[in-house]
């Protein structure tokens, strides 16, 4: 099986739900008759810009394509998100830090990202840390306060729902 060939099925696995690791994906290659590594498949998630996040409340992949899907799209990713993840707020201007569980960073930095907030240059993600990174200390405080502001809503939603279907 070529790459091409190899990495649309990938794509079809993660889009199909189910998939959580690679070893799974490994495991599904296999019970197709296709032997793959998970070195392999570690190429081809990150050929594919494939990033680990959170849906249904379960750490899963996600394809390119889930995250793109507009400003307003993003903005409820994040809210999603936000609802499913602990995050601690801390500033250093024009910086601020958020804190999260582990694992959780990428989908939340990639979600503010595509959210395209003005003032917002960009993010770096760790494994539990994200440094956004904004053009000056009024826009940190602008940003601090609109994502405690959406946390403030999940909050709300959360509390008046304990179902959380908001």
């Excluded at 490994?26 to 050929?47: C, H, K, N, P």
């Excluded at 994040?78 to 602990?86: F, G, I, S, V």
């Amino acid at each position: 099986m070529g790459t091409i060939e190899r990495r649309d099925q990938v794509r079809r696995l993660i889009a199909a739900g189910g998939i959580h690791t690679q070893a799974e994906l490994v495991a599904a290659f296999r019970e197709r008759g296709a032997e793959v590594t998970q070195a392999t498949i570690s190429r081809d998630l990150a050929g594919l810009g494939v990033v680990r996040g959170f849906r249904g409340g379960r750490l899963t992949y996600l394809l390119p394509d889930d995250m793109t899907d507009g400003a307003g799209a993003a903005e409820g990713r994040l809210r999603r998100l936000l609802a499913d993840l602990p995050l601690t707020i801390a500033e250093t201007a024009p910086l601020v830090v958020l804190r999260t569980s582990p694992g959780g960073a990428n989908a939340i930095a990639s979600a503010i990202d595509l959210s395209q907030w003005e003032h917002v240059v960009g993010t770096i993600a760790g494994d539990d840390t994200i440094f956004v990174a904004c053009t000056d200390a009024s826009a940190m405080r602008r940003f601090r306060a609109r994502l405690e502001a959406f946390i403030g809503q999940v909050s709300a939603t959360t509390a008046t729902d304990p179902g959380g279907e908001g």
